[in-house]
């Protein structure tokens, strides 16, 4: 159901690794809650940003959520295709909805995150209150 490939957030954000860079969405869960995203607040290129603190915003018909960062480092690409098309965070959370790319500060912040295994008993737990 989720990447094993993928790094979680409580906060239900995602982080995939690829050397130094981590791009970061929400996962397909989170999107299926929200539901219809219609606007994607990012930060701008260069930003520095730190784990677990606001680094933008999803909106939705019904309602908006803070993104959480799930490293800290600053912002090297934003995804500017969710400007005109926000529902790629609904249509492909993992892929074409991906939001920021982010040079790490500190590789050892991944460690504290989730796996896809841990994510998914999070939720189901959750669930099942």
Known sequence: ??????KYMKSHE????EGDIVDVGVSDYAQ????DVVYVELPEVGTI????????VIESVK????LYAPVS???????????DAPELVNEA?????WMIR??????SELEGLMSASEYQAMIEAEENG
């Open 49 to 56: 940003i730190e784990q677990h603190k606001a680094f933008g």
């Open 102 to 107: 982010i040079r790490m500060s500190d590789s």
């Open 14 to 17: 995602w982080a995939r690794r």
């Open 93 to 97: 959370p993992y892929d074409a909805g």
């Open 32 to 35: 299926a809650e929200i539901q």
């Open 1 to 6: 159901m989720f990447p094993a490939d993928l």
């Open 73 to 83: 480092g600053a912002v090297v690409e934003i995804n500017e295709g969710l400007e």
């Open 63 to 66: 309602a908006a959520f803070d």
